[in-house]
């Protein structure tokens, strides 16, 4: 029998957690396989807590991991899978926008068509306003233009993984992690199964905008050398136009039909568009120097302040962030 564990990350969410367990935990107890939660608390400023160490409390097969400060939501996941050691895992969001409801359904199609991973796919969003609908299709359009692979559209992190895959992602040393990417580009065989995306059972949004471009620009970069190449491309196309307004300008003066030197306005125009080409340029070159210089720096993606009702550890010093429950295990033995 495969072992399943739930994953679910965790934000400022005093007013769904409680019920999001109670719905979690009546789904798992109804399958057959064994079946455990693994709650990451992100650093949390309000009561959740509080709340995730009384659930582990009274429920041994919940999991809590309590990040010293907010990580952010990609840091926490990659956490619950490193320290997953069962053979099944689905990453789920603590609001219940995407209902744990559909895990059997889920596994389901995982044993009939034999697959690594069940990628979730939004046929509709509910309670979402049009901005966020609008720049999330958007989104993954961009990325699917930009990048070199291809992804699924309208995906998100909902989706089963299998040990293979799970084994393949605690290998990944990057910092900025863009999961749902990482997971497609891992490979094996992977199915779509669609679903209605529901409203927040309570609360408000933990993306504000900040982190949704922050969420954005990271899957860009860590995804796609393309913006480079548009940068060398502007770079090229300004060289062009300079090159025409140079013909036009000397033919102008020979031929009698340019004013150029009465008017200053085209060489502000020039150096203006020239000083933006560059700058941008500049910018775009500075951005992939900034994610060099956090990936030289190689600092831990997250801290974990306490563990709840995993294993006690056998030796010191043997568990690192980056080295997944099973790893850890092979290395104690
Ligand atoms: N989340 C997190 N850390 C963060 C932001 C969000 O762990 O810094 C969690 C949050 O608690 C939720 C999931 O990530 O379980 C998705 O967040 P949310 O539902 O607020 O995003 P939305 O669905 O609005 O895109
Ligand atoms: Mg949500």
Redesign the pocket.
């Known amino acids: 029998m495969k072992k399943i564990a739930v994953i679910?990350?965790?934000?400022n969410?005093e007013e769904v957690i409680v019920e999001s367990y109670r719905r979690t935990k009546q789904v798992i107890s109804l399958l057959e396989n064994p079946a455990e939660i693994i709650y990451?608390n992100?650093g949390s400023k309000d009561r959740t807590r509080a709340l995730l160490d009384e659930i582990a409390d009274s429920d041994p097969s919940v999991k809590v991991l309590h990040f010293s400060r907010?990580f952010?939501?990609q840091p926490?996941v990659t956490a619950g899978v490193n320290h997953c050691d069962a053979d099944l895992a689905v990453i789920i969001?603590?609001?219940m926008?995407d209902p744990p409801e559909l895990i059997p359904e889920m596994l389901t199609l995982r044993d009939r068509e034999d697959a690594n991973v069940v990628y979730c796919v939004r046929k509709s969003r509910e309670g979402e306003g049009v901005f966020k609908k609008f720049s999330a299709k958007m989104f993954y359009r961009i990325m699917n233009y930009m990048s070199e692979v291809e992804f699924p559209l309208d995906t998100g992190d909902f989706r089963l993984i299998d040990r293979k895959v799970m084994d393949e992602f605690d290998r990944f040393k990057e910092r900025g992690k863009y999961i749902r990417g990482l997971i497609s580009w891992v490979g094996f065989k992977q199915v779509p199964f669609y679903y209605e995306r529901e409203a927040?059972l309570a609360g408000t949004?933990?993306?504000p905008l900040s982190?949704m471009l922050k969420f954005a620009s990271n899957a860009m970069l860590y995804f796609s050398k393309k913006p480079l190449k548009l940068a060398a491309g502007l770079g090229f196309l300004a060289v062009i136009i300079g090159l025409l307004l140079a013909v036009w300008f000397t033919l102008g003066k020979i031929y009698g039909f340019s004013n150029a030197e009465t008017g200053w306005t085209s060489i502000i125009t020039i150096v203006t568009f020239f000083g933006g080409v560059q700058l941008l340029t500049v910018g775009v070159l500075g951005q992939y120097i900034g994610i060099l210089f956090d990936e030289v720096k190689a600092r831990p993606e997250y801290i974990i302040d306490e563990k709840k009702n995993f294993r006690k550890k056998k030796e010191k010093g043997k568990e690192a962030n980056h080295v997944s429950a099973r790893n850890v295990e092979k290395v104690e033995k």
């Open positions: 679910v990350p965790c934000y969410e990451i992100d907010n952010g939501h926490a969001d603590a609001d926008q927040r949004t933990k993306y982190k």
